[in-house]
């Protein structure tokens, strides 16, 4: 689905110094219908990454494909912009509209949808984020939580195949975050949508498919979730940190108990053997 | 700061709301026009039987309504006072000291007032029934006969949409920034216009600052949907002409004819 | 309003009420936005609360739960409906003159407080509220420098734009425009809010630091359980505009199922303390550090 060789990308800063390389030779494949994390700490050049991924940036070095489509090459543009949807993580400075369902028909219009086929668009996407009941709302009557699922529904009118989330959930308390967490897995699990989600959460970066980390313009780790966060050391290192059991189960081993090193939730912790034995 | 009222849609179900915009739109201009026109009470009085048969339509609370027209109290007692005691007239009713009240001014006062009353209450429909991205769709679609002549009537309506989403945004930040400068000692009530003018400068350098970060987000938002100005572009809410809009024509045709034929009286 | 007209001749009591044990003190204070309006909303509702001098207090909450409200009481933006705030035992609404002070000495840091930097330079930024304060240059500077220097920005950085700063700098240098007044009490609005774990870690553990060397009493709002648990040693949860729970973090994570209800997360090491006591009754609840759960789990291999 998305495949990027070496890419390379820098920011022209301000006259005196020098451009900044925000991204420097990276690689990457997506395949259909994964769920893929991205981690890393400010300026390690996620967000510069993801916005490679429906050519707002296209890259100075290297090529990207979505579906086969070259983005450098501007005719494509508009077709991939289409195919891969972005939701960013201000939620206030992505809303066009006054009314929700006028903001999530936004994005059909300008593909210059029918009009009576926007409707149903916009209905079956309202739907899909659970947000019918407000359709005639204006935003700022919305919580964060609520305001980030219209800005997912805005997308999925569009009928994307994948979703970018560049921190969704960085500006919203934890009942918001977990209302937007279950909308994406739930567009992965049932829809099929392959999600690339940009995170500082550790607990939400294990929801997926595989984890990309980044660091410093290039990708350092990519794995299952269970691979990266059992390097704890390692990614502390990178100024991020892994999941809470996770920490506990290597601070047990450490002290002598034979924990498994690659618990990820509270259930798995639960069930290990060693555990289990002394409860 | 918040509690703007001017352009604020209350989305309810009702006829007046599913007519087109640009109906809406060129029947209020009407309205205002005949309403000029109006030089007999009763005149005054078909426009309020008109208008309250609209406010039934449209299902607006009538309170909201009549909040619109806190607003214009003042002006209300300033332009009813200017007439009362400024217009010369013959038949003096009260005379102290310099105050004059005539019958002609009285006269000209309660005209003045209800012209006043009667528009804003008129006009205040068109925002209540008709929400910013439709009347911005009507307003650019009765511009774009102008096209020709160079005027960007797609653009100029997608600046007054984005200007009206972002003005309650923006004047709760102003609000915050205020407060948070007070918090490090910032005064803004004292001291001379300069050092007034000067106590601004905390304000609206961040003010302009977060300005110009959420255009250039909002930007970004918009391009990453495919937004490439009315190239190709279609709408959810297709205006289109119908029966019911014909006949909203016509209705305000008679209520002209009637506001003409009070002026014989 | 009452406690203002009935206290005409407030220096007779003022004496007595300097010796007040706490440096902060509400008495029954409620906030009513938009009263007698149809768009009335009771933002806090007869709110109590005592904190000491040199405390550090956290107060947690969803988005509209009334904390933010609560806060701005404190330095007198906002003034109570009804009931009394005082800052060393003294009413700080009953001399307007005195607002300045009490905005000196209680210092508020707001959420995304990057927002606020105006000026073109870091340093001049940061003196803004000491000359407002009316001190000598030299006073501002010394101020100035020390308060960079607790935030971790070394002189480097006193003549850059603020814009050429990381998000966690700038959000530093905006933290010691507050500290520059010399503030006896210190209120942040969601320090950590939108900055990775290394930006978390670092401002996390410079407020620590503001307690423990400096004596100033804190207040931490935040919505991140995680981060209360880490600092502070009493939590105050708000909900619907009420105080709904004051103690320690022990006491306060024990109650895992009245906290999500209300739309908070515990820590993932407060849940699974839970689900593991629920097995095995020897193990404790309302631990939320990994070092206390190892200790707790070793404790059942090791007795």
């Known amino acids: 689905m998305i495949l990027g060789e070496k890419l390379t990308f820098e920011y022209a800063a301000y006259d005196e110094t020098p451009p900044v390389l925000t991204l420097k030779g990276v690689d990457i494949t997506v395949k259909a219908g994964e769920f893929i994390a991205i981690l890393g700490h400010n300026g390690s050049g996620k967000s510069t990454l993801a916005k490679h991924l429906n050519a707002l940036l296209v890259p100075a070095e290297g090529t990207l494909w979505i579906k086969g489509a070259d983005t450098k090459d501007a005719e494509n543009t508009w077709r991939i912009r289409q195919t891969v949807g972005m939701v960013f993580q201000n939620p206030d400075n992505q809303i066009i509209a006054t009314i929700v369902e006028e903001d999530v028909a936004f994005g059909p219009e300008n593909l210059g949808v029918k009009p009576t086929e926007i409707r149903k668009r916009v209905d079956e996407s309202l739907a899909a984020v659970g947000m019918s009941e407000h359709s005639l709302a204006p935003p700022h009557h919305l919580s964060g939580g609520q305001k980030q699922r219209v800005a997912i529904a805005g997308v999925l009118a569009m009928h994307p195949e994948c979703i970018v989330l560049d921190e969704p959930t960085a500006m919203l308390d934890p009942s918001g975050r977990r209302e937007v967490m279950e909308t994406i897995t739930k567009l992965n699990r049932e829809s099929g949508m392959t999600v690339i989600l940009i995170t500082h959460f550790m607990e939400e970066a294990a929801q997926a498919d595989r984890i990309l980390v980044m660091d410093d313009g290039v990708l350092v780790m990519n794995d299952i979730p269970r691979n990266i966060f059992r390097q704890a050391e390692a990614m502390q290192k990178l100024g991020l940190g892994v999941p809470g059991v996770t920490e506990l189960a290597h601070e047990l081993r450490r002290r002598g108990l034979d924990v498994a090193d690659d618990v990820l939730t509270i259930e798995e912790f639960m069930s290990d053997k060693a555990i289990k034995s002394l409860l | ?265 | 309003m009452k406690a203002q007209t009935n206290r005409l001749n407030p220096q007779p009591n003022e004496g007595a009420e300097e010796t007040s044990p706490y440096i902060i003190e509400l008495r029954q204070i409620s906030h009513i936005y938009n009263e007698d309006s149809v768009f009335e909303k009771r933002a806090i509702d007869n709110v109590s609360l005592k904190i000491k001098a040199g405390e550090m207090v956290a107060l947690i909450g969803h988005t509209g739960s009334g904390k933010s409200t609560l806060i701005q009481h404190l330095n007198a933006l906002l003034k109570p409906s009804s009931g009394m705030v005082l800052i060393n035992g003294k009413d700080i609404h009953t001399d307007k003159a005195k607002l300045k002070s009490i905005r000196q000495r209680v210092g508020l840091v707001f959420q995304y407080p990057e927002h606020q930097l105006f000026e073109a330079e870091v340093f001049k930024d940061v003196a803004f509220g000491p000359n407002q304060m009316g001190l000598t240059e030299e006073e501002v500077n010394t101020r100035v420098k020390s308060a960079l220097e607790v935030v971790g920005l070394d002189e480097s950085c006193y003549h850059k734009s603020p814009f050429e700063l990381s998000g966690g700098q700038k959000r530093r240098a905006a933290i010691a425009g507050v500290l520059a007044m010399r503030p006896e009490i210190l209120i942040l609005d969601e320090p950590t809010a939108g900055l990775d774990p290394r930006g978390r870690d670092e401002i996390l553990s410079q407020i620590k630091h503001m307690h423990t060397k400096l004596g100033l009493t804190i207040i931490l709002v935040s919505h991140s359980m995680d981060d209360a648990a880490r600092l502070t040693d009493r939590i105050l949860v708000m909900n619907k505009g009420c105080i709904i729970c004051d103690g320690t973090p022990i006491e306060v994570f024990a109650q895992g199922e009245m906290l999500k209800n209300i739309g908070l997360d515990v820590p993932q090491i407060s849940s699974l303390m839970t689900c593991l006591h629920e097995k095995n009754s020897n193990l404790p609840t309302g631990i939320f550090s990994v070092e206390a759960a190892a200790d707790a789990i070793m404790k059942l291999v090791r007795p």
């Open chain 2, 1 to 265: 700061m918040t509690k703007i009222t001017i352009g604020q849609h209350y989305p309810t179900d009702s006829i007046i709301h599913h007519l087109d915009a640009r109906v809406k739109l060129i029947g209020t201009i009407m309205y205002i026009v005949f309403l000029l026109f109006v030089n007999h009470y009763a005149g005054y009085g078909v426009a309020a039987l008109f208008l309250t048969g609209i406010i039934a339509l449209s299902k607006i609370p009538p309170r909201l309504i009549f909040r619109g027209l806190r607003m214009i109290v003042f002006i209300l007692i300033f332009a009813a006072g200017i007439n009362l005691f400024f217009t010369a007239g013959e038949t003096v009713l009260f005379h102290f000291a310099f105050i004059r009240i005539t019958l002609e001014g009285i006269m000209m006062a309660s005209h003045m007032a209800m012209r006043l009353i009667l528009l804003v209450m008129g006009s205040s429909i068109l925002t209540l029934t008709t929400s910013p991205i439709q009347l911005t769709d009507g307003i650019e679609s009765l511009l774009n006969p102008l096209k020709p002549i160079k005027v960007p009537a797609h653009d100029i309506a997608m600046l007054m949409t984005i200007a009206l989403r972002y003005i309650p945004a923006l004047a709760e930040e102003m609000e915050k920034i205020m407060k948070a400068q007070k918090a490090r000692g910032a005064d803004f009530d004292t001291g001379g216009l300069i050092k007034r003018i000067r106590s601004m400068l905390p304000i609206l350098v961040p003010l302009f600052v977060s300005a110009f970060k959420r255009a250039d987000e909002l930007a970004t938002a918009m391009e990453a949907r495919c937004y490439r100005g009315d190239i190709n572009r279609t709408k959810m809410k297709a205006m289109k002409m119908t029966r019911t809009e014909f006949i909203g024509m016509g209705v305000m045709i008679c209520f002209g004819g009637l506001i003409f034929l009070t002026r014989l009286l």
